[in-house]
């Protein structure tokens, strides 16, 4: 079992996106296109860069294929590359 488990917490706990999306603005999952949009994306990636546990969250985030929003500090296109590497990477370990 991991400390946080014994603890009773989660890394989640922890995140620094934690309660920060409400109802009317949440950059984390922005719609649409335009410069709202990048607006919104760069403000969760901001927010990212000093989380404590982006590196969790981006694992989870790869593990179970989340195709859209900002996970881990890295945008759908990022997430999408990086799962792709890994894989070609871990292909060429096998061969």
């Known amino acids: 079992m991991d400390s946080d488990h014994q603890r009773g917490t989660s890394w989640q706990d922890r995140a620094a996106c934690r309660g920060q999306a409400t109802a009317d603005h949440d950059p984390w999952f922005p719609e649409g296109k335009g410069a709202d949009t990048a607006a919104a994306i760069a403000e969760a990636k901001a927010v990212c860069e000093r989380c404590p546990v982006r ?41």
């Open 55 to 95: 590196a969790p969250c981006l694992e989870l985030a790869l593990a179970e294929g989340h195709r859209s929003g900002v996970w881990g500090g890295l945008g759908t296109q990022a997430r999408k590359e990086l799962a792709k590497a890994r894989h070609q990477g871990a292909d060429a370990a096998q061969a």
